[in-house]
């Protein structure tokens, strides 16, 4: 089975194989790893595959030489859709491909830290992982060697994590040793967020879970003088609060976004700005 694998993708994927700190990242990288179409990923005892319509027996084939060299118990299959806010939580939750189910909830660990992840919550499963660099960067409060981020420096020392979804952000600047606050549209996923904060032993009561739009939030900060000394910006591409006409739309709201992020921010803080679209 496991040599369905190439071996430029295993020699691509080696340093993260053999890291022994994460056992949740991408395997297969669509047309990048001579795959297009197709996404694999490790989310601990589990493979997620992405694709619109039915995987080829190629795709099949690699994600069975994985699932054999990862002794994984099964592989997820989600359906890639175009307009998944138009479906409901069952139809757009992955489903069993390969293997077996197990329980819909598990636990990754990605660079020593905890997150809960659930296979039946909707369209995704509590985790992006193309994030992992920058959320190392907020756990280690460095951008590289020559960019600390140097917050203990600043006055405030909270960081705001908006559109938090379950907080791995939040939970990584908490464990770093900063406050955080998080805010979301959905009490359901700042729940979550509170579960991934004591998975990790980390108090959630110490730290701020703000349910509310972000834009009514941010201007509250701005009227009452809060600042801070970080700001994460990482919002969908598009999203409706519930009860506000207004739809956000990334392409054409994120100057206003990160217009009210800089007069919150303090002199000499730092403001993570990320793209969806
Ligand atoms: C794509 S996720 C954001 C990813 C997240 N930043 C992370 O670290 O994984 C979208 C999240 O934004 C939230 N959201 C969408 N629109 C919002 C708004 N106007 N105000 C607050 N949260 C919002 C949703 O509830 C959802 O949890």
Redesign the pocket.
Known sequence: MEQNIPSRIIKKRGRLLESGKSNAYRLVHGAGDGFKGFHLDRLGDYLLASKEGKPDLAEEEIARGWMSRLKSRGVYLKQLQKHVRHSNKECSSPKIWLGNAGQSETTIVENGVHYQIRFDEGYSVG??LD?RENRQRWLQQKVNSRFTLNIDALKSGDILNT???TC??SVCIAKSGLRAVS????RK?LDWGKKNFQLNELHPETHDFIYG???DWMRRFRNRGRIFSGIIL???TF?K?PKSKKM?QAERDYPDLLNLALDIIEPGGVILACN?T
Do not use: C, K
């Open positions: 985790i992006f994030q559109f938090s979804y791995p952000f805010l979301d549209l959905s996923y739009d972000v834009f990482d919002p969908p999203s609060a956000f969806n």
